[in-house]
């Protein structure tokens, strides 16, 4: 059994920074790459980054790259996301997810999903 729980979010301003944590439960946490989403009302859940299972090579939306950085701490089971210069469209519920299939771009690929962590970017 997984659980991935999610923390870390907030209401910031514009420009501002916040890190997201995600820690998941088990033993089996550093065989397997992991993943960022995020959801805005009304959008469907689109890809924000992800992370190979030994940190070997990270893979970032286009409209995040540049400002977040995703990272892992295998030995403390926990994922992390970085994220800087802020802006009003990060607004969202992030969400982490562990990779089981090909695809990393899309929540298909995914399965063990957190509940999500609020993230408000103000102006």
């Known amino acids: 059994q997984v659980q991935l729980a999610e923390s870390g979010g907030g209401l910031v301003q514009a420009g501002g920074s916040l890190r997201l944590s995600c820690v998941a439960s088990?033993?089996?946490?550093?065989?397997?790459?992991m993943g960022w989403f995020r959801q805005a009302p009304g959008k469907e859940r689109e890809f924000v980054a992800s992370?190979?299972?030994?940190?070997?090579?990270?893979m970032y939306a286009d409209s995040v790259k540049g400002r977040f950085v995703i990272s892992r701490d295998n030995a403390k089971n926990t994922l992390l996301l970085q994220m800087n210069s802020l802006k009003l469209e990060d607004t969202a519920v992030y969400y982490c997810?562990?990779?089981?299939?090909?695809?990393?771009?899309?929540?298909?690929?995914?399965?063990?999903w957190g509940q999500g962590t609020q993230v408000t970017v103000s102006s």
């Open positions: 997810a562990i990779q089981y299939r090909s695809i990393y771009y899309d929540p298909s690929g995914y399965d063990y």
């Open positions: 088990g033993r089996t946490f550093s065989r397997y790459n």
């Open positions: 992370i190979s299972a030994l940190s070997r090579s990270t």
